[in-house]
């Protein structure tokens, strides 16, 4: 009993612990951006909160801010002289009540670029730190990058039907210039059922290729399921062994992490997916591959086991396995100047991708069960830890880029609510009147709720599905392999 208490601990402090680590330092920052602009502006600052609910540590400094921290640790706050709440709804009580000196350090008494400024600026210190955070990996690590060239086209699906071909390199997609094949992946998936207008260059010669991403709704072991596209094509990346599973048929026909693979019966290799295409397509089938292992040349024959897997046309079948995985892919140096634009580039992309997928879920062109809450994030930060500590930074800029976008959606309670009401007073000269904007507030609150009530359903069912105490439904039976 005492073993099996003292693993929930643990396994529960692998959720918990890393995931506020980043979650506080990503709230510590928004609200140091509202912060350090309204003192910059001269507004008075009561209170800056990690987190809500009682209090567990504070200080005050010279200046009268009183710096908290908070029990709940799930956001956190920055609280001027004349707000009513940590919402900053304006209140005319408090302005009432303030002297002549007090109210020069009044919120709401500012002009409006200033308070607009100030809201602003907490989602543009994630922005900021997000940009940080992949500047500091870029110089750090290197940057891997795929040459945007066609190594594999898989039959029957889109590219193929299109006329794609191996070798073709892609220059453009809707006249967006493309270096890395990443940025292909980003604009597939990203278009389920959209055409996309290819710019590629094959033999010398550039042509245009208009093809429709086909949509597939994979789902990851968090049970999180998300429409994506897929045309069925795979870079050229290098065919070399990253990873033995244990107990499959690579491991006992001697494979070893670091073989190079040149060639299956003959077939000459190119790319890792290649191997895996011809391995997935032949279970049961006996196969000698050509590897080479420093420096020397080897066959090692070897037969795929037969397992049930989803291909990428949809259809459950029987696929080959022989416990390979690739080798991740070399890092390149990068100086500081390449390593900033790529870090802001890597940004933008993100806060694209994003708002593309607000968007589609807003017009059900994805399952609103994608959104998910605090437990979804702890599952994913504990996933992260698994992987080191680049991918635990690469989640935190992750998150900081999606949570301040999040705080620019035009919702009263919000950033983005404040600044629609800024830009109102801006244009009618006036504010609007104090019972319309507590309306709007209330109107926002109950949003705010809503969205909050649908991410922790979400994150509860996914639990209750891939733990199988919940179903889907009716469950396609598995091919018998």
């Known amino acids: 009993m005492l073993s099996e208490l003292i693993g929930t601990v643990t396994s529960s402090l692998t959720y918990v612990v890393p995931f506020l680590f980043v979650l506080t330092v990503v709230v510590f920052v928004h609200e140091m951006g509202h912060f350090l602009v309204a003192r910059w502006c001269g507004v008075t600052v009561k209170a800056f909160s990690i987190g809500f609910g009682p209090e567990l540590w504070s200080r005050v400094d010279s200046k009268g801010t009183r710096w908290r921290i908070a029990a709940i640790p799930l956001g956190g706050y920055v609280k001027f002289l004349d707000d009513a709440n940590a919402a900053s709804a304006p209140s005319g009580e408090v302005l009432e009540s303030l002297t002549e000196e007090e109210r020069h350090g009044a919120f709401q008494l500012k002009p409006v670029w200033q308070r607009a400024a100030v809201v602003f600026a907490g989602p543009f210190a994630n922005f900021v730190l997000a940009a940080a955070i992949y500047t500091v990996l870029n ?38 210039k493309i270096s890395d094949y990443n940025e292909i992946t980003k604009a597939v998936i990203t278009s389920p059922g959209r055409p996309l207008r290819f710019e590629i260059e094959r033999g010398g010669r550039t042509s245009v290729i208009e ?6 709704e994979p789902k990851d072991s968090l049970g999180l399921k998300q429409k994506i596209g897929d045309i069925g094509i795979s870079p050229a990346t290098r065919p070399e ?7 499959f048929p690579a491991e006992k026909a001697g494979f070893k992490v670091g073989d190079v693979v040149r060639a299956i019966d003959g077939q000459e290799i190119v790319s890792f997916d290649q191997v895996a295409d011809i391995i ?17 040349a080897s066959e090692i024959p070897v037969t795929p086991v037969s397992k049930p897997a989803e291909k990428r046309t949809g259809e459950t079948t029987c ?28 940004t933008g992309d993100m806060l694209v991708q994003a708002y593309a997928g607000l968007r589609d879920i807003f017009i059900g062109r994805q399952p609103i069960e994608q959104v998910g809450g ?7 930060t504990a996933r992260a830890v698994g992987y080191g500590w680049e991918d635990v930074f690469a989640l935190m800029a992750f998150f900081s880029a999606n949570i301040g976008l999040l705080n620019l959606l035009p919702i009263p309670l919000l950033d983005g609510g404040h600044l629609v009401f800024y830009a109102l007073e801006a244009i009618r000269r006036r ?13 926002g609150l109950a949003g705010v709720l809503t969205i909050m009530l649908v991410a922790f359903s979400n994150d509860l069912f996914r639990i209750g599905r891939t733990s199988g105490v919940l179903s889907d439904g009716p469950v396609q039976a598995a091919p018998n392999c």
């Open 139 to 176: 110089v750090a690590i290197g940057v891997r990058s795929v040459a945007p060239v066609v190594a594999i086209v898989v039959p029957n699906m889109p590219a193929a039907k299109a006329g794609f071909e191996p070798g073709d390199r892609v220059v453009a997609i809707d006249g967006n």
């Open 211 to 216: 093809v429709t991403p086909l949509a597939r």
């Open 241 to 247: 062994i990253g990873e033995i599973v244990p107990d």
């Open 280 to 296: 997935n397509n032949s279970p049961g089938k006996p196969l000698t591959i050509s590897v080479v292992r420093d420096g020397v």
């Open 319 to 346: 696929v080959g396995r022989i416990g390979i995985g690739p080798a991740p892919l070399p890092p390149r140096p990068v100086g500081l100047a390449e390593g900033l634009s790529r870090g802001i580039a890597s």
């Open 374 to 380: 605090p437990i979804l994030m702890a599952q994913v």
């Open 431 to 443: 504010p609007l009147s104090p019972a319309v904007q507590e309306a709007f507030f209330r109107f």
